[in-house]
């Protein structure tokens, strides 16, 4: 029994009313942009995947085809795989996919995709949607909690970040994992204190990005800039560079998410560091900081 089918040999079988099923394994949204014409939709990528091909083939002798966008990746073979080991015993991948179905010009249906892109122009950071979150740790424990941002705004000229520049609140610093309401208080004003933010002296922190480099190669899901640029906390502003997701948004809105690590040290956070005290037992405080921003402009 064959695996696969080419856009040809499925146009043939199709306009000779051979009794074949045809399914689209992609999202709902993708499937309604657009589709072979006469193609059902059941997303490989949900829980209710093989229900979703019950309702529409409920007998498993029902030869099935089975496509994703391209036939680059794994979804139409996954589809592929689950449908046999629920018992279908007729399934087979449309090489190619959909863009292999469309450069043969054959019938879609649905409408074109939109195409979201990068605009050129100055997005002001939302602070009521994006977010901050730290964590520190020692050897027996990790804190983590959350910076408020004040705002920031990022200038973006024929598709290239030309400067960023975004402001935290430290006196708003929070622990979320301490479910103990004094401790929780307590590591609060410790990480407020001289002997970390001194947010009496140095109220704001501020990230400064002074452009970015493109990753080539970089897939959905995993990082596609470099960002360049320098962070600055308790009067010490260092270089940075760290890895970051951009997406624009169909709404005209830009997301981007980014993480970095940090030696607190080098911006004068000394307590408890191995490297600027001695004998520090239960008070001995790692010196790596992990950053993550989630961030929506607009």
């Known amino acids: 029994m064959s695996t696969t089918i080419t856009s040809l040999e499925l146009k043939e079988q199709l306009a000779a009313g051979e009794p074949l099923f045809l399914i689209d394994v992609l999202p709902p949204e993708v499937y309604a942009c657009q589709h072979i014409l006469g193609a059902c939709n059941a997303c490989v990528y949900e829980m209710i995947f093989l229900d979703g091909v019950g309702q529409h083939a409920p007998d498993l002798g029902t030869p099935l085809v089975v496509y994703d966008a391209t036939g680059t990746t794994m979804a139409a ?72 941002f004040k705002g920031g705004e990022f200038s973006i000229v024929e598709g290239e970040l030309r400067r960023g520049e975004i402001t935290l609140d430290m006196t708003g610093i929070r622990n979320l994992d301490q479910q103990d309401e004094g401790y929780r208080q307590m590591l609060e004003t410790h990480l407020k204190s001289e002997d970390f933010f001194a947010v009496d002296r140095f109220p704001v922190a501020t990230i ?75 008070h001995l405080v790692h010196d790596r900081v992990d950053i993550e921003l989630f961030i929506v402009a607009r």
């Open 77 to 148: 073979s996954t589809a592929r795989e689950k449908l046999l080991a629920a018992g279908y015993r007729d399934v087979r991948v449309l090489i190619g996919g959909l863009a292999g179905w469309a450069a043969a010009g054959y019938p879609l249906e649905g409408m074109s995709p939109p195409v979201t892109v990068l605009k050129d122009g100055t997005y002001r950071l939302d602070p009521s949607t994006s977010v901050l979150e730290w964590t520190g740790r020692n050897i027996n424990n990790r804190h983590y909690g959350r910076i408020p």
């Open 208 to 282: 400064i990005a002074s452009g970015w480099k493109r990753m080539a190669g970089a897939t959905p899901g995993t990082p596609n800039y470099v960002v360049q640029g320098a962070l600055a906390i308790k009067g010490v502003t260092r270089h940075v560079s760290f890895p970051a997701t951009v997406a624009p948004q169909e709404d005209g809105s830009l997301k981007v998410q980014a993480a970095l690590d940090i030696d607190r040290t080098d911006w004068n956070i000394a307590y408890g560091s191995g490297k600027l005290y001695e004998k520090l037992g239960m």
